[in-house]
């Protein structure tokens, strides 16, 4: 007898041997249909495993993430089997999931064309509907190589030959076509659907590795059915509209130069205008909850980041070099060791902690350059850093204080939907387990002990300790890592720093890393996508500009832009010799909130015609009422 348990309770006895078909044929017609897989005892399996003991299973539907991650993995092989019938001499290699769909790397003599997608897609569609039996097969390691080569298929060949011995060679079959796959797979090609789409070709080196063959790869995405496909094309579009690569050139706000400074901003003065707002914000936010600004060094000796174990992680990252005394240095990566040499200086007292040293540290990394994208990812970029220093017993306190302050600073901007998750031990990290479990339980407890919601990311923490990270979700549903909290027990003692205690002797202080935007230029990035260059009025670069309709009435337009003046509004004046609707729709493009139309009757009777950026409606104010609401909304919403 072989005991099913189901995640309800429920246990079903079989007489022998069984697998998920059976298990679900048994429970209902309708779930045995929908079913794509089973986790049998917590291990993702096909349908087809069979199950010989007890066993706790789990059926698995494309409402299942894993579900939808089955579903394009094994589209994934569903379109290279397409390939492979379109074009035989083309050679496959791999076809990993990534977010919202997959890719599949080509060996091809001449590049894939765009409109070649569309014949592979309709090819897709043809196999889906042919419901082709998907069969998994376990073959002697030598045999897989052989039978690979025999069939052209060097690059697989090659992977297997990479494997131990003793790995066991799985193989997934569908119609005329076999890959080489770990799996699991759902049962058969009509399982998939038909709600994928083809969206680009890229180039990519075989295992990443430029010396190699440049492969030809094609990126697709995959949904559980057409309404979630439908919806995330239209985010992509909605996307597009948003990109702040766009809406930078359009607004003036920045510019790169590949050539001369890859990954660096050059910013313009609007720009630089929002840059320097965002830093005035968080510097007043800081201020009124007791952190002390501090600068440190860009470029400081490269034992620092040894000390750290910076180096050792990350140098293949560090821009460095010698001096003519032989000495090496190194542009800061990350600006923790100069706050512990700030913190180093003096002795420090129980009744000093909590120190919180905050930085707006301009820091460089290398990144590829394929992977630089606009202000999302860059080499040279401002960290909005804070070290906190406190004991032990101050450890959950602080780290509490400090994940309100971010979520009520996300708030300021807009951003109301925030997930958090505790990034715990990665595989290679320093310190010793029993530090790593208490960082962990205190974070664990500060957001257990508050109410707070939050999912475990299994791995994920920082090499010297575990984190908080922060995820926002943007107005058209997309997600953004920004803020983190790291817990960090291993940095005081590598560098040696202490505390008096009550008893006079020498303690160790804890080290919590906090960063709330991330960088300023990333989190610049997300907010012009987020508001689509619509930005409030606080942080817009030019808060208001005002036009007359004809140039009789300039006068009246300085006096109205003057009197914005003295209340601190970025406002200018458009005296051009052009309609008043070309200038508006101009300023609309260049998003700037308020635009402010005066002519006779305006100036007459002391008002002002406002349009809103984004509205079509215009409404009329006394100017008095319009100052007196602007120089409100201008100001910064904790203020």
């Not at 606009?374 to 400090?402: K, N, P, Y």
């Not at 939050?454 to 107005?475: H, M, Q, S, T, V």
């Amino acid at each position: 007898m072989v005991a099913i348990k189901l995640p309800s309770g429920d246990v079903m006895q079989f007489s022998g041997e069984v697998n998920g078909f059976d298990i679900t044929s048994h429970i209902s017609a309708g779930l045995a249909k929908a079913a794509l897989a089973v986790k049998v005892n917590n291990k993702l399996q096909d349908l087809g495993t069979t199950i010989t003991t007890d066993a706790t299973v789990t059926v698995i539907t494309a409402k299942d993430k894993e579900g939808l991650d089955l579903i394009r993995h094994s589209c994934s092989h569903l379109m290279a089997q397409a390939v492979k019938q379109l074009w035989p001499d083309v050679q496959v290699t791999i076809g990993p999931v990534i977010e919202n769909g997959f890719y599949y790397d080509f060996s091809r003599k001449e590049p894939f064309k765009e409109e070649e997608l569309g014949k592979i897609e309709a090819k897709m569609h043809e196999l889906v509907k042919q419901d082709i039996p998907v069969e998994r097969m376990v073959w002697e390691r030598n045999k897989a190589i052989e039978y690979f080569k025999s069939i052209g298929e060097n690059y697989k060949a090659e992977i297997i030959s990479d494997l131990p011995e003793s790995e066991v060679i799985s193989l997934y079959k569908q119609g005329d076509f076999t890959d080489l796959c770990r799996g699991p797979h759902i049962p058969s090609t009509g399982k998939i659907g038909d709600a994928f789409k083809l969206m680009k070709v890229a180039g990519a080196y075989w295992r990443g590795n430029s010396e190699n063959e440049m492969l030809q790869r094609i990126y697709a995405t995959a949904w559980a059915d057409k309404k979630d496909l439908k919806a995330y094309l239209t985010m992509l579009e909605e996307a597009a509209k948003r990109d702040h690569r766009k809406l930078g050139r359009e607004m003036d706000l920045f510019h790169f130069e590949p050539e001369y400074a890859p990954g660096a901003v050059f910013w313009h003065d609007k720009g630089f205008r929002i840059y320097r707002r965002l830093i005035e914000y968080m510097r007043n936010r800081q201020e009124q909850n007791d952190y002390l600004e501090i600068e440190t060094p860009r470029v400081m000796d490269r034992v620092l980041w040894e000390t750290s174990g910076h180096w050792e992680k990350y140098g293949e990252h560090n821009y460095s070099g010698a001096t003519e005394d032989g000495k090496m240095f190194c542009i800061k990566p990350m600006n923790c060791p100069g706050g512990l040499l700030v913190y180093k200086q003096g002795i420090k007292s129980y009744r000093d902690l909590p120190l919180k040293l905050a930085e707006f540290g301009k820091v460089n990394r290398y990144e590829a350059s394929g992977a630089l994208m606009g202000l999302m990812r860059v080499r040279e970029f401002t960290q909005d850093d804070a070290h906190i220093f406190c004991t032990l017993e101050q450890l959950e306190e602080e780290s509490i204080t400090t994940l309100k302050l971010i979520l009520d600073i996300y708030k300021d901007f807009g951003f109301e939907e925030v997930k958090i998750y505790l990034s715990t031990r990665p595989e290679k990290r320093i310190g010793s387990d029993e530090v790593w479990d208490i960082s962990e339980k205190a974070l664990a407890n500060a957001l257990t002990n508050h109410g707070f919601e939050f999912e475990i990311n299994e791995g994920e923490g920082a090499f010297y300790g575990p984190k908080l990270e922060f995820i926002l979700r943007d107005a058209i549903g997309r997600e953004w890592q920004c803020g983190t909290v790291q817990v960090d027990m291993n940095l005081p003692e590598r560098f040696d720093i202490s505390y008096i205690g009550e008893d006079g002797e020498k303690h160790r202080p804890v080290m919590l890393h906090r960063a709330l935007f991330g960088s300023i230029e990333r989190f610049l990035g997300i907010l012009i996508e987020h508001h689509a260059g619509k930005l409030p009025l606080w942080l817009a670069p030019e808060q208001v500009v005002v036009a007359p309709v004809v140039s009789e009435f300039d006068d009246y337009a300085k006096e109205v832009a003057e009197e914005l003046k003295k209340r601190k509004i970025k406002v200018s004046t458009d005296l051009r010799n052009e309609k008043i609707s070309y200038k508006v729709r101009e300023h609309s493009v260049t998003k700037t909130p308020i635009i402010v139309v005066v002519g006779g009757k305006e100036k007459e009777e002391r008002t002002v015609t406002i349009r809103r950026i984004g509205s079509e409606k215009q409404e009329v104010m006394s100017l008095a009422d319009f100052l007196s609401m602007t120089e409100k909304e201008a100001k910064m919403p904790h203020a």
